[in-house]
Nanobody
Framework: EVQLVESGGGLVQAGGSLRLSCAAVGFTLDDWVLGWFRKAPGKEREGVSCIDAGDGSTIYADSVKGRFTISSDNTKNTIYLQMNSLQPEDTAMYYC??????????????????????WGQGTQVTVFT
């Protein structure tokens, strides 16, 4: 059974850092694009960052470039999102997803991830001033 288990969210002061983890169960990361997405109250879900776990290529939303870093450790079957210089506008529920089909591009994954993909349960990130 495919599962994605997120952890690492929490409450942090503006300017602080958090690292989110997403452990994958039931499949091997190498073949897939995985990503972090977020949903804030009253807003549409948005793609934050995606990674091709096979070749390590990455893509970021403009709003997080230079502050967030996505990575994968295929030996641990886990992806991470290091979030630095957090701002109140980063407050959201963050979700990890495995985005298909095989061969999807990173830019497609950022915008097309949806109900047909596998999602974790989410982890809340709250940034206060």
């Amino acid at each position: 059974e495919v599962q994605l288990v997120e952890s690492g969210g929490g409450l942090v002061q503006a300017g602080g850092s958090l690292r989110l983890s997403c452990a994958a169960v039931g499949f091997t990361l190498d073949d897939w694009v995985l990503g972090w997405f977020r949903k804030a109250p009253g807003k549409e879900r948005e793609g934050v960052s995606c990674i091709d776990a096979g070749d390590g290529s990455t893509i970021y939303a403009d709003s997080v470039k230079g502050r967030f870093t996505i990575s994968s450790d295929n030996t641990k079957n886990t992806i991470y999102l290091q979030m630095n210089s957090l701002q109140p506008e980063d407050t959201a529920m963050y979700y990890c997803a495995r985005v298909g089909p095989l061969g999807i591009t990173l830019s497609q994954a950022m915008t097309l991830a949806g109900e047909d993909d596998f999602w974790g349960q989410g982890t809340q990130v709250t940034v206060f001033t």
